[in-house]
Nanobody, 127 residues
Framework: QVQLVESGGGLVQAGGSLRLSCAASGRSFSSYAMGWFRQGPGKEREFVVAINWSGSSTLYVDSVKGRFTISRDNAKNTVYLQMNSLKPEDTAVYYC????????????????????WGQGTQVTVSS
């Protein structure tokens, strides 16, 4: 069982930056692939980015490439999402999720592949 707690959301002007963190409980964090998803107002939840257990493999949705960076610190059981050049369309609740299926080796964008989810953190980008 893994519990995930996101933090770092807030209100920022367009062009600004935020860094989200997702702290995981449990002893097996390094065996999970981790992902970030988001759900904007009136929209379905969508994939943003994922990272494998070692950080050697990442997968980004096209709309955030070059602006967002995912990283992880297995010693701290934490995954990060650095968000730069934020746009109003990035406004959403951001969720982190853990995928245990492949011992963290493979990154996927399918939400159904993730076993554990955090409660979400709100990111609001004003124009």
């Amino acid at each position: 069982q893994v519990q995930l707690v996101e933090s770092g959301g807030g209100l920022v002007q367009a062009g600004g930056s935020l860094r989200l963190s997702c702290a995981a409980s449990g002893r097996s964090f390094s065996s999970y692939a981790m992902g970030w998803f988001r759900q904007g107002p009136g929209k379905e939840r969508e994939f943003v980015v994922a990272i494998n257990w070692s950080g050697s493999s990442t997968l980004y949705v096209d709309s955030v490439k070059g602006r967002f960076t995912i990283s992880r610190d297995n010693a701290k059981n934490t995954v990060y999402l650095q968000m730069n050049s934020l746009k109003p369309e990035d406004t959403a609740v951001y969720y982190c999720a853990a995928d245990r299926r492949t011992a963290g080796r493979v990154v996927v964008r399918t939400s159904g592949s993730y076993d554990y989810w955090g409660q979400g953190t709100q990111v609001t980008v004003s124009s």
